[in-house]
């Protein structure tokens, strides 16, 4: 009995020290998303412009297309997975005690934060490409918007005229496969054309379900923490070719929607691929459109070919399928991100692209079509 009761009462080991009340790679996490908010706000555009995108983010994109631009799996989909499995096991260690997981909590996105901006986010502090090019953005007269309309009107209906049969049924505008590969090379083309970086292969991916960004009035958008652009599965064939360019210019590090949208313009414009000069023409043609009276509008509608006249009833039709949710509160939480991070336009930025695209003909700067 003597033998057991020793046994028994006497401690199987040494005890273990009590843990500490925070979690100690966290609080290094916070302390990291600090120094880079820190540094944001304060070091000036010169210095992001020089040092980050045309040097330190070249590197960083050309590193991550080498290693991990081949998969054949979006990245997104894994982050999300090592997110998700990383909560399960914070719900499953709660009696840790409440300030311990909290600081884990914590920490979790301020790590999120860190590799934001180190991964891509430093360059909302560039020279903006509305600067580099000289343009001035606002001041335009009506007069120059409804030249440009006419303009873009001319362009779309040409480009209809032009395409054959089989990309004018409704086969081709619904669903016409393209992809990112289709795209590259006329993006690659207009970044040189315009004199700014473009090392690297950025992935633009198509992501699942159909309907998961467009209820959110979005058509695409560029996860930095993912290193790769993404574009709504439910977008039609005819929508793909200019929001593709659109989220590969953020993959090259570009920021500004607007400037993101001309990019996606010219590489549209110059592009060898009949489909993508038609399907950019639309996009194009719609932004313009969106600038006009609707009686302006109307009077051309009638004008166009009927393959273009069905694309707008097939977009339209599709939009609806994925109506928006909560539009007001989306609206208002993206437009405050983008104007904190310096983009003064915020959602309105996506239409400074007519404004762009006017001044960059009215310049006399080149719009090649690559045959």
Not at 318 to 346: C, E, F, Q
Request: hydrophobic share 45%; glycine share 8%.
């Amino acid at each position: 009995m003597a033998f057991f009761k020793k046994n028994i009462t006497r401690p199987a080991g040494p005890i273990a020290p009590p843990s500490s009340s925070f979690h100690k790679r966290s609080l290094a996490w916070m302390a990291s998303a600090i120094l880079v908010l820190g540094a944001k706000e304060i070091l000036p555009s010169s210095f992001w412009d020089l040092w980050y995108y045309k040097g330190f983010f070249g590197w960083i994109r050309q590193a991550y297309d080498f290693l991990l631009g081949w998969s054949p799996l979006p990245m997104v989909y894994i982050i999300l997975a090592v997110i998700l499995v990383r909560v399960a096991r914070w719900i499953g260690q709660w009696r840790k005690g409440r300030v311990y997981q909290g600081t884990r909590a914590i920490g979790g996105i301020a790590a999120m934060v860190t590799i934001f901006y180190v991964a891509w986010g430093f360059n909302y502090g560039q020279v903006s490409l509305q600067e580099r090019l000289g343009f001035r953005m606002s001041g335009a007269s009506k007069e120059d918007i409804e030249k440009e309309f006419t303009r873009a009107t001319n362009v779309l209906r040409e480009e209809a005229e032009a395409l054959p049969d089989r990309l004018t049924r409704d086969e081709a505008i619904l669903g016409l496969k393209i992809s990112d590969r289709d795209l590259r090379p006329d993006v690659v083309e207009a970044l040189a054309l315009l004199d700014i970086p473009h090392a690297g292969k950025v992935r633009v991916r198509q992501l699942w379900p159909a309907g998961f960004l467009l209820r959110w009035s979005t058509a695409g958008i560029y996860i930095p923490q993912a290193g790769e652009g993404h574009i709504d599965k439910g977008l039609l064939s005819i929508q793909k070719p200019f929001t593709i360019a659109h989220e590969m210019a953020h993959g090259y590090g570009v920021t500004d929607e607007g400037a993101c949208n001309f990019i996606a313009w010219l590489a549209c414009s110059q592009s060898r691929d009949q489909w993508v000069r038609f399907g950019g023409a639309l996009t194009y043609w719609r932004y313009t459109a969106a600038e006009m009276p609707n009686d302006s509008v109307s009077q051309v509608i009638h004008t166009f070919p009927p393959v273009v006249l069905r694309a707008i009833t097939l977009v339209r039709e599709n939009d609806k399928k994925y109506p928006d949710l909560m539009p007001r509160v989306r609206d208002a939480i993206y437009s405050s991100y983008l104007k904190s991070n310096g983009v003064r336009g915020g959602l309105r930025s996506y239409n400074e692209v007519v404004l762009m695209v006017e001044q960059y003909l009215k310049s006399g700067r080149p719009v090649r079509t690559l045959k």
